[in-house]
């Protein structure tokens, strides 16, 4: 089905975009202006922390950095000077307890006051800092904290409990657990508020170098381990201006990011990109919730919203009566990213909200917005938009170690992009081997396929690779089927996504059992509840089928292209390596 | 609605409860607190069990009243008061 464009004739809004001209902007665009309007005293050194907040504060510590909406509607606010103050303290009381410039401090809490007081003064003090997503079970997460020897953990005692108890003293260098102080301080752990209290402000923001390793990101990887992606410093560059660019965010705006503070945009446009324009931060500590939402959007007087394709359709699914109760009027720009968005969505937002979705692209290791609808320009709807300024991004084919650029329009191939922008991963932890293979002839290699149209729009097609995108998360499939192999009755495990309308895919398992195991609904919930336990809710299956057999290579690989081909009914394509080809067909 | 109603009523959202998020012990459930503060689960999973009770009490629950569903107590209440 083709939708229409949706267009965007001059003078149809009371505000001007601040990205009004798109060619003009990309051929005026120098990484070196945005460094001189961050950094006029140059930026041979950069600091994350600096930017975001003390630059704001310097400049009048009233304005309102951070508004935290609670459970009950009750709001916090916390100011650009109060939050300069607060991560000052933080940052002290790590250096005191012995947390050196480059070692790890990773959180494992909501949308509190005490994550963003950690994110920036981590940043501060030049530690690095991990944020971890708090829906993972504790495997998942005593493997992260393992891969980047974290130092120190920020966790509220309840987490710490379910999740970390159990597996600390695997943890060696996991030194230092600060806890918020809701409930009693868990043996073992610092009270967070105490020690910021007894830390002092003024000290130096550390001097970092744009090179210097800012944030720890992880992503999933199709075989073993998760990668952690290395964020640098100079990564608030293409943050500050994908920011004022695709998000169309200046500083008298209310912006609210619903991206949950475990992965890399509850960090980049969470925390990093508005608060480095000087916006103000609307933050909800709760989850999803439809009615909820639009309170919100109306209450806060929400002008820039950034939310995920799950969100806007589980939005879409709670029927537009909802929002015509409110009044979003303040609403001036919505934008969309994690998974690509549905055209039927973007066009939702446009007859439901009055003003469209513009969808996004970029990667945790893109660090920043690649990719992109904007305010000024035309929006077709299914596609991620163009390269933002100062990206060069191309679709091309990789052919042995080497790739080839495909210059015609409409063709299908991996999307690329011109290595040498500030938010570029800078490596994963570790992992020189995996980092090197994202690269060739001078480009970085999304693993997206996708293809570009005459008119320069970027459409995304798949992945290249069997990893699961599920509710805006990245999956590895390896990750759950090793969960599963744990369990006793297991004999082989295949995990794929299975097209889902609202969470884009859904993580499904495929199990075959051993000898003298059957396959009862019984067993199904056994397994279910042992993975949920181990992995969490976000990683684990939502459903599981049994088998008697896995589609596999002649080398024993299982062939999750054939169960996907399977689940859906596409073809399955080439099958010339099946250990049985008439397995294929089934 | 009568003690036996209600106890159905009970084991039907446990039940349903148990079919998305197996790892949850009813026996240690309680009943004011809201299920996300007891065990993890995520807003697909929540869904999942909205409409599994719709179609098990064959009605169907406006998300404007999702959040009255969020304890145990929430549903029973949600759900005994409002019958169909």
């Given at each position: 089905m083709h939708w229409k464009p949706i267009e965007k004739p001059a003078g149809r809004t009371k505000w001007t975009a601040n990205l009004e001209d798109y060619d003009k902007a990309r051929a005026a665009f120098s990484w070196e202006d945005v460094g001189r309007e961050l950094m006029p005293q140059g930026t041979a050194h950069i600091n994350i922390a600096h930017i975001a907040a003390d630059r704001h504060a310097e400049a009048g510590g009233e304005r309102v950095a951070l508004r935290i909406v609670d459970r009950s509607f009750n709001v916090e606010t916390i100011s650009y000077g109060a939050l300069r103050d607060l991560t000052d303290r933080f940052a002290d009381a790590i250096r005191r307890l012995g947390v050196p410039r480059g070692e790890v401090v990773a959180s494992l809490i909501g949308r509190t006051p005490a994550f963003y007081i950690a994110a920036l003064g981590t940043l501060k003090a030049g530690a690095v800092f991990c944020p971890l997503f708090a829906?993972?079970?504790p495997e998942p997460l005593r493997q992260r904290l393992s891969i980047a020897r974290a130092r120190a953990l920020v966790t509220t005692p309840a987490l710490y409990r379910r999740k970390v108890a159990s597996v600390r003293a695997g943890l060696p260098d996991l030194r230092y657990v600060l806890c918020t102080e809701e409930e009693a301080i868990p043996e073992g752990c610092i009270p967070l508020w105490r020690i910021l209290d007894a830390a002092e402000t003024g000290l130096p923001v550390v001097r970092t170098a744009p090179q210097d390793p800012a944030l720890l990101h992880f992503t999933s990887g199709t075989t073993g381990r998760p990668k952690a992606a290395i964020q640098p410093h100079g990564a608030i560059l293409a943050q500050y201006a994908s920011s004022r660019f695709a998000l169309d965010l200046r500083p008298e705006d209310r912006f609210w990011c619903t991206a949950d503070p475990g992965w890399v945009t509850g960090t980049a446009y969470g925390i990093v990109g508005p608060l480095s324009v000087g916006a103000t931060l609307v933050v909800d500590t709760e989850p999803f919730d439809a009615a909820r939402w639009y309170r919100i959007l109306e209450a806060e007087r929400i002008s820039v919203w950034y939310t995920s394709p799950t969100a806007i359709r589980m939005l879409m699914r709670a029927g537009d009566a909802l929002p015509r109760e409110r009044d979003l009027s303040a609403l001036r720009f919505a934008a969309s990213v994690g998974e690509p968005l549905n055209p039927e969505a973007v066009v939702w937002g446009l007859e439901t909200l009055g003003l469209p979705f513009h969808d996004t692209w970029w990667q945790t290791e893109t660090g920043a917005i690649m990719i992109a609808n904007y305010a000024a320009t035309e929006i077709r709807p299914g596609s991620m938009g163009r390269p933002l300024p100062g990206i060069e991004a191309a679709i091309l084919h990789r052919v042995g170690g080497r790739v080839e650029p495909i210059r015609a329009p409409d063709q299908e191939g991996e999307l690329a992009l011109r290595v040498g922008w500030p938010s570029m991963f800078t490596g994963y932890l570790n992992d020189p081997e995996s980092y090197a293979r994202c690269f060739a002839d001078g480009w970085y290699l999304s693993g997206d396929l996708a293809r570009r149209d005459a008119d320069g729009y970027f459409w995304f097609v798949g992945r290249g690779d069997d990893l699961i995108k599920t509710s805006g998360h990245l999956v590895g499939p390896f990750e759950v089927e090793s969960a599963l192999l744990e369990h006793p009755a297991v004999a082989e495990a295949g995990v794929i996504g299975k097209p889902d309308a609202i969470a884009g895919q859904i993580v499904k398992a495929f199990v075959c059992l051993r000898p003298g195991n059957i396959g009862t609904e019984e067993l199904r919930r056994q397994l279910l509840a042992h993975t949920r336990r181990r992995l969490g809710p976000a990683v684990a299956p939502k459903e599981i089928a049994f088998c008697s057999a896995l589609p596999k290579t002649r080398s024993g690989k299982i062939m999750r292209r054939l169960l996907r081909a399977q689940e859906t009914g596409e073809p399955a394509g080439d099958t010339t390596t099946l250990e049985d080809p008439a397995q294929g067909d089934r | 609605m009568n003690t036996s109603n209600a106890e159905q009523l009970s084991q039907l959202i446990l039940d349903t409860l148990i079919a998305v998020a197996p790892e949850v012990d009813p026996g240690a459930l309680d009943p004011d607190v809201a299920f996300r503060d007891q065990f993890e689960i995520d807003s697909v999973d929540f869904l999942n069990f909205v409409l599994r009770l719709e179609k098990q009490l064959d009605r169907r629950i406006p998300?404007?009243?999702?959040?009255?569903?969020?304890s145990l107590k929430g549903c029973l209440a949600y759900l005994g008061d409002k019958k169909t």
């Open positions: 829906a993972f079970g | 998300e404007a009243d999702f959040p009255r569903l969020s």
